[in-house]
């Protein structure tokens, strides 16, 4: 499979597009004034201790406290065992005797704020690197999962080696399993030095305080998303190109060999209808090359996605129609959750299947399409009423909430009241003004099409109202007001 990156790159903006077989997988945007905020070292200070939740809120100089729960508080173990949090069963020493108002502390972020909530913390540093990651606290050696276990003791014998006496505890990255020992030595210094530089600036400055910030989005994508699919990494900017050849050249020499400078005259991302892709992104119908097509609703507290077969006729046996649309949206839909990058949980509603050999083939393709996923999804069989229930791991807002905000009309419902419910809104309301105030005159000024339906379809009951009340009524024609606002003066 061939993969491309482009990177659309401008002052206030990044926009990183992953293109497999010419089909737009992944888009990440990253912008100056909204930078995320995991990985992200900070010197903070307790605001307060929740005991009855078994948490702290953290003021670390953002707009929100961020949250510390007593699962993300580190604690030292015996014979560098892996860390309290990754550990079960153990019960935990509670916060109040951990942490108290007024503390400074080293966290980091490991989730974004999102909505309403502040951001997540750890006690446990944890700094990444190309091939490993860094927990200075700890004397623990891993392998990731990932890499196969007939493997895992050997690499760990080359890391034990390679880390030496000098402390510390490291956990060896998926990318790192075919590095050389330089590179591996490479590493480790760099991340040492990197601790180093945060403790210093810690004895430094008075909480709150930023004390080391995670690498830029061009910079993860070298570190991140280059593997051994991806051809080039096209860049638009040639300044950003130079500075980021020499990072590479500097962390991940390999993946800096694949970087290319576009230089052509169309906008990178038209060349390549990214552009499309977005907009088809943000909108709820994805049509598929069937004719059938998906309904994605995201909520605040799950995403739904509906399949249609819509006008696809293509077989002449029902059951076969509706297998080949399921198959197509399991695979359509992978790719909208990664497009999208929805979280939480996701609830599919796969048109209905009677036969189980179908359903379970859906089912497979649907968790093999998931697979190519770089963030953790888990999703259960069928459900009695024939949903799939799954969820994704949330690492950072989605597509939609970075590049919308709801509709200052409908407040994000997605509906506006008719111009008729508003005008017996109106009624109601001059009904209501009128036992208590003693006007000359009542004006209703509102949006053009409520007016309209006063003067025309409406105009009788206005009529009645002020005969009722003995006042005069009149009408005010308002374009900028929205089709649920309106005024009533009292002249």
């Known amino acids: 499979m061939q993969q491309d990156i482009l990177?659309?790159?401008?002052?206030?903006?990044?926009?990183?597009?992953?293109?497999?077989?010419?089909?737009?997988?992944?888009?990440?945007?990253?912008?100056?004034?909204?930078?995320?905020?995991?990985?992200?070292?900070?010197?903070?200070?307790?605001?307060?201790?929740?005991?009855?939740?078994?948490?702290?809120?953290?003021?670390?100089?953002?707009e929100r406290a961020a949250f510390l729960h007593v699962a993300d508080v580190w604690q030292r173990q015996p014979d560098g065992e892996p860390p309290a949090p990754a550990r079960n069963g153990q019960p935990q020493v509670p916060i109040e005797k951990q942490v108290f108002e007024g503390q400074s502390l080293m966290v980091q972020v490991i989730k974004d704020p999102i909505g309403t909530k502040g951001a997540r913390l750890s006690t446990q540093i944890s700094i990444a690197g190309r091939l490993l990651v860094f927990l200075p606290q700890d004397d623990h050696l891993g392998v990731s999962q990932k890499i196969p276990s007939d493997q895992r003791d050997a690499l760990r014998r080359r890391l034990t080696k390679l880390v030496g006496d000098a402390g510390g505890g490291f956990i060896l990255r998926t990318n790192g399993e075919d590095a050389t020992d330089e590179e591996l030595a490479e590493d480790i210094a760099y991340l040492r030095k990197t601790w180093a530089r945060i403790r210093e600036a810690a004895t430094r400055v008075p909480p709150p305080a930023l004390l080391h910030q995670d690498l830029n989005l061009l910079q993860r994508v070298l570190r991140d998303l280059v593997n051994e699919e991806t051809q080039t990494i096209r860049i638009d900017s040639r300044e950003q190109f130079a500075s980021l050849a020499e990072f590479g050249r500097e962390f991940m020499p390999k993946a800096a060999a694949k970087l290319q400078l576009y230089k052509g005259e169309r906008p990178i991302f038209d060349l390549y209808a990214v552009e499309e892709e977005i907009a088809r992104a943000l909108g709820r119908r994805v049509d598929l090359k069937s004719g059938g097509y998906l309904i994605v609703d995201q909520t605040e507290a799950l995403t739904t996605v509906d399949v249609n077969t819509g006008g696809y006729v293509g077989s002449r046996n029902f059951d076969e129609t509706i297998f080949k649309t399921n198959l197509e949206a399991a695979q359509a839909i992978a790719r909208q959750l990664r497009l999208r990058n929805l979280g939480g949980i996701i609830i599919v509603d796969f048109i209905d299947m009677q036969r189980e050999d179908h359903r379970e083939q859906v089912l497979g393709e649907f968790r093999k399409q998931l697979a190519r996923d770089r963030v953790k999804t888990m999703a259960g069989g069928f459900s009695q009423l024939g949903l799939v229930e799954m969820t994704r791991k949330r690492t950072r807002e989605s597509l939609a909430h970075m590049l919308c905000e709801p509709c200052p009309l409908c407040q994000g419902k997605g509906t506006v009241r008719t111009p008729r419910t508003v005008a017996y809104d109106i009624l109601r309301e001059i009904l209501r003004e009128a036992r208590q105030f003693n006007p000359r005159e009542y004006r209703v000024i509102a949006a053009p099409k409520v007016i309209e339906l006063f003067l025309d379809e409406e105009s009788q009951h206005l009529a009645g109202l002020s005969d009722f009340i003995g006042k005069p009524i009149s009408l005010q024609s308002e374009s900028a007001m929205g089709q649920e606002q309106y005024d009533i003066v009292l002249l």
């Open 7 to 62: 990177v659309n790159w401008s002052p206030q903006e990044t926009r990183v597009a992953i293109v497999e077989n010419g089909a737009v997988q992944e888009l990440h945007v990253e912008r100056t004034l909204e930078r995320g905020l995991v990985g992200n070292v900070y010197l903070g200070k307790v605001a307060r201790v929740l005991p009855g939740m078994q948490s702290a809120f953290i003021d670390m100089g953002l």
